[in-house]
């Protein structure tokens, strides 16, 4: 096994988690203007060159939106978020979810795997299904929860690849750490071998080009996993 340098945050990186954290949680509310940035600088103990790269990281992911003349105000990131406000807020959640986390973002795959399963049904080769059957074969050898939710990742983003929708392909990339996170809870609640069997399940629609049994295969599975039998939160964690 191959371990990793254990790499410790810089300042900066320090400085734009903590106001995301805040305005995340309401500690600063939309509309809230900053301090000035000495005086931002003072008061979390880090220097002015720290301050002016991290407010400029913040604004482009859309956190704050710098006013000339007037100062650095909270953006109202529910209206007029990014996908680069996205893109940081699920790096700064990682592989941290809450029932509300786990809901919503099943609620958003619901309807995206209807759009690559239609996209890659019509457009599939023969050489493509057999990638995507050893894809699937490897989730049911591997004992490792984590290297079966990568594996199942990896599927989707195949579908993407094969169906030609980039921008699917990129929110899809997006959700990457919280969808593994969410598969590796499956595994762990559910078993590897159920995450290998509905795989295999969606191999088989796309191996009969049959976007009728998929779609309906989809809405069930989804339907489960929000509401039924195979739900990801909090109270279903075992241990």
Same mark, same amino acid.
């Given at each position: 096994?191959?371990?990793?340098?254990?790499?410790?945050?810089?300042?900066?990186?320090?400085?734009?988690?903590?106001?995301?954290?805040? @305005?995340?949680?309401?500690?600063?509310?939309?509309?809230?203007?900053?301090?000035?940035?000495?005086?931002?600088?003072?008061?979390?103990?880090?220097?002015?060159?720290?301050?002016?790269?991290g407010?400029?990281?913040?604004?482009?992911?859309?956190? @704050?939106?710098?006013?000339?003349?007037?100062?650095?105000?909270?953006?109202d990131?529910?209206?007029?978020?990014?996908?680069?406000?996205?893109?940081?807020?699920?790096?700064?959640?990682?592989?941290?979810?809450?029932?509300?986390?786990?809901?919503?973002?099943?609620? @958003?795959?619901?309807?995206?795997?209807?759009?690559?399963?239609?996209?890659?049904?019509?457009?599939?080769?023969?050489?493509?299904?057999?990638?995507?059957?050893?894809?699937?074969?490897?989730?049911?050898?591997?004992?490792?929860?984590?290297?079966?939710?990568?594996?199942?990742?990896?599927?989707?983003?195949?579908?993407?690849?094969?169906?030609k929708?980039?921008?699917?392909?990129?929110?899809?990339?997006?959700?990457?750490?919280?969808?593994?996170?969410?598969?590796?809870?499956?595994?762990?609640?559910?078993?590897?071998?159920?995450?290998?069997?509905?795989?295999?399940?969606?191999?088989?629609?796309?191996?009969?080009?049959?976007?009728?049994?998929?779609?309906?295969?989809?809405?069930?599975?989804?339907?489960?996993?929000?509401?039924?039998?195979?739900?990801?939160?909090?109270?279903?964690?075992?241990?």
């Open positions: 096994m191959r371990f990793e340098k254990i790499k410790a945050p810089s300042q900066k990186e320090m400085f734009v988690k903590r106001i995301q954290e805040m @305005i995340l949680s309401g500690d600063l509310p939309a509309g809230t203007y900053l301090p000035p940035e000495r005086d931002l600088s003072e008061q979390m103990g880090v220097s002015r060159t720290v301050v002016t790269t407010i400029a990281i913040l604004e482009s992911q859309g956190f @704050i939106k710098v006013i000339p003349r007037q100062g650095n105000v909270v953006e990131i529910r209206m007029n978020g990014t996908v680069e406000t996205l893109n940081a807020m699920l790096k700064l959640k990682g592989d941290i979810l809450t029932d509300n986390d786990i809901r919503a973002i099943l609620e @958003i795959r619901w309807a995206l795997e209807h759009l690559t399963m239609k996209n890659a049904i019509e457009r599939i080769t023969d050489e493509e299904i057999e990638a995507l059957r050893l894809i699937t074969e490897k989730i049911g050898a591997t004992k490792s929860p984590k290297e079966a939710a990568e594996l199942a990742m990896e599927f989707q983003r195949q579908l993407c690849l094969i169906g929708n980039q921008m699917a392909l990129l929110i899809i990339s997006s959700f990457r750490l919280p969808c593994v996170a969410m598969w590796v809870r499956f595994c762990r609640i559910y078993g590897i071998e159920m995450l290998y069997k509905h795989t295999y399940r969606s191999w088989e629609y796309i191996k009969d080009r049959d976007y009728e049994g998929a779609a309906k295969w989809i809405e069930s599975f989804m339907a489960d996993a929000i509401d039924g039998s195979y739900t990801l939160y909090s109270d279903d964690i075992i241990g």
